[in-house]
């Protein structure tokens, strides 16, 4: 069973960074396609961010040039560089990964203050 685990939300201003980090328990990690997801209240969760195995990378046009996702596969890892933060940006953010099967963690909450 694999376990996704994400840390590194908290309370920012408008116009500041945050660095969120996920790491996803078992050997095949390299092998998994890594992804953002957020739920904000109300709304149906979406995708942020992903980063393939190969090391490709796609955003949601609403965070593009703001947002980097990056993996480490020596350390099980993959983070999100969040910059230029918006009000809008505030949800609860999930990491997911996926291969034959799909894992969720339980989700860390960013607040972004106008």
């Known amino acids: 069973q694999v376990q996704v685990v994400e840390s590194g939300g908290g309370l920012v201003q408008s116009g500041g960074s945050l660095r969120l980090s996920c790491v996803a328990t078992?050997?095949?990690?390299?092998?998994?396609?890594m992804s953002w997801y957020r739920q904000a209240p109300g709304k149906q969760r979406e995708l942020v961010a992903t980063?393939?195995?190969?090391?490709?990378?796609n955003y949601a046009g609403s965070v593009e040039g703001r947002f980097t996702i990056s993996r480490d596969n020596a350390k099980n890892t993959v983070n999100l560089q969040m910059n230029s933060l918006k009000p809008e940006d505030t949800a609860v953010y999930y990491c997911?990964?996926?291969?034959?099967?799909?894992?969720w963690g339980q989700g860390t909450q960013v607040t972004v203050s106008s």
């Open positions: 997911r990964a996926s291969s034959i099967r799909t894992y």
């Open positions: 980063i393939t195995s190969g090391g490709s990378t």
């Open positions: 078992g050997s095949a990690f390299s092998s998994y396609a």
